[in-house]
């Protein structure tokens, strides 16, 4: 029977929004493996818009959803519309939109708090038992989805570790090619950008949380 996942993207672009190389490579791992993915995003407004090229904070306001749906080709859905009974696992790729717009972990640290829908919807999986994939800083999320003591790897970034550890979190150091597997949350990281210095050293880790996410679906 076709796996069905659920992708949870965070805008277009890694400063302000979903990683894209991530996300694109998340898609296709899921794909080769005959995985059948449904993309969504919370519809909120952007935390700010990040000029790619210069680095700069640009003038302007820009949507999640909307943003989000440059990735997936227009196919994505609100949020709120994701059921946990309609998929077999969540994943979450990284970028800054993890920490701005799906949570405000780049502003507030380790007493940040997660965007209502997207917690609410990461919860149910959890609560359900059923594998989630979090990528690069995205397992920032981690501790506020599943509590205290759940294990997750964000590379080997010392502050952002200590952040974890204050929010309950057990950090796991780990090389970008390589996953942690908390088997008793179901839950899968990897590094990715947090340490990748190619798109190849990305998706080596990348495939492997794919591939290990399908797996614990049995």
């Known amino acids: 029977m076709q796996k069905k996942v659920a992708v949870i993207l965070s805008g277009c672009g890694v400063f302000d929004g979903a990683e894209i190389h991530e996300s694109v490579l998340t898609l296709l791992r899921l794909d080769q493996r005959g995985a059948k993915v449904q993309c969504f995003a ?8 990040i000029d790619h090229l210069s680095g700069d904070e640009m003038n302007e306001k820009r949507n999640v959803l909307i943003e989000s749906a440059r990735i997936a080709r227009g196919q994505i ?8 009974g ?4 969540l994943i979450t790729p990284g970028g800054f939109g993890s920490a701005k717009n799906l949570s405000d972990f780049a502003i507030s640290g380790a007493l940040c708090s997660v965007q209502a829908d997207v917690l609410s919807a990461s919860q149910a999986f959890a609560k359900a038992g059923k594998p989630i994939g979090l ?17 997750c790897t964000i590379g080997n970034d010392q502050d952002t570790a200590n952040a974890l550890h204050k929010m309950g979190a057990a950090h796991v150091e780990c090389l970008v090619e390589e996953i942690v597997v908390d088997q008793a949350h179901h839950l899968v990281s990897t590094p990715a950008y947090m340490l990748a210095g190619s798109i190849s050293e990305a998706a080596a880790g990348i495939n ?3 591939d290990q996410v399908l797996e614990m679906i049995g």
């Open 77 to 84: 859905k609100d949020v709120r519309e994701l059921q946990v």
């Open 135 to 151: 990528m690069c800083i995205a397992p920032a999320l981690a501790a506020k989805i599943f509590g205290a003591g759940v294990h």
């Open 208 to 210: 492997k949380l794919v």
């Open 42 to 49: 919370p519809n909120i407004p952007q935390m700010h818009v």
């Open 86 to 89: 309609d998929h077999d696992a």
